[in-house]
């Protein structure tokens, strides 16, 4: 079975610093691999998704993400936090793999990402 | 091109009561899903919808039950409220369901049972 684990539950950092948002996955075969963020009574807005192409995945708004099969590691970076960047993040599993013919994705507990001026 | 729309935005209940929220895709979106979200659980998996067929299901109880029409749009029902169906409901939109495709969230329906 497809899960995620989010490692830290809330990560603060100062404007103008980096980010690193942990995610470990575990599944059975090749997997689709999504960040997503949601903004304070908002929905979820994708950011960045891995689908067996480039293991280094580039998303919106200066974020990109490392899929490592050794680690089962899908961790979200971003050089330089900003302001705009506080909200709560999900990294998601999905249960379909490529093409696949289920929409179930599994989410992580989320990260909520604090920016300190 | 409009996103995915869910109505209403927010909705009070009494225990007891039934609901039913209403998702539109974005145009050419066969694919419809529903998640809730709660402080507790965080965001789980309810159903989706793919051509007005239910295609898979979460681990919910019957009272949430949905359905999808020829246009695509979804509505999810939940028949005898309880307190602890208090959530966001997101829905989210593919073009095909699942895979790498990913998906396209609504801004939610944020349902409260007193």
């Known amino acids: 079975a497809q899960s995620v684990t989010q490692l830290d539950s809330h990560v603060s950092v100062s404007e103008g610093t980096p980010v690193l948002l942990r995610c470990n996955y575990s599944s059975s075969y090749s997997p689709s691999l999504f960040w997503y963020v949601q903004h304070p009574n908002k929905g979820l807005q994708l950011l960045l998704k891995?689908?067996?192409?480039?293991?280094l995945v580039k998303g919106i708004n200066g974020f990109e993400a490392e899929f490592k099969k050794s680690e089962t590691s899908f961790h979200l970076t971003k050089p330089s936090a900003h302001m705009s960047d506080a909200a709560e993040y999900f990294c998601?599993?999905?249960?379909?793999?490529?093409?696949?013919?289920?929409?179930?994705?599994?989410f992580g507990k989320g990260t909520k990402l604090s920016v300190k001026p | 091109k409009a996103g995915v729309t869910q109505t209403p935005r927010y909705l009070i209940k009494t225990r007891g009561q039934q609901v039913t929220l209403s998702c539109s895709p974005i145009s050419g979106h066969r694919s419809v899903s529903w998640y809730q979200q709660t402080p507790g659980q965080g965001l789980q998996f309810l159903f989706e919808?793919?051509?007005?067929?239910?295609?898979n299901k979460g681990n919910f109880p019957g009272r949430f039950s949905g359905r999808q029409f020829s246009n695509s749009r979804s509505e999810m029902n939940v028949s005898t409220l309880e307190l602890g169906d208090s959530a966001l409901y997101l829905c989210?939109?593919?073009?095909?369901?699942?895979?790498?495709?990913?998906?396209?969230f609504g801004s939610g329906t944020r349902l409260t049972v007193v």
């Open positions: 998601v599993v999905s249960d379909g793999g490529y093409g696949g013919s289920q929409g179930n994705l599994i």
């Open positions: 989210a939109s593919s073009s095909t369901g699942g895979g790498s495709y990913g998906y396209t």
């Open positions: 919808y793919f051509s007005e067929t239910q295609r």
């Open positions: 891995y689908t067996s192409a480039a293991t």
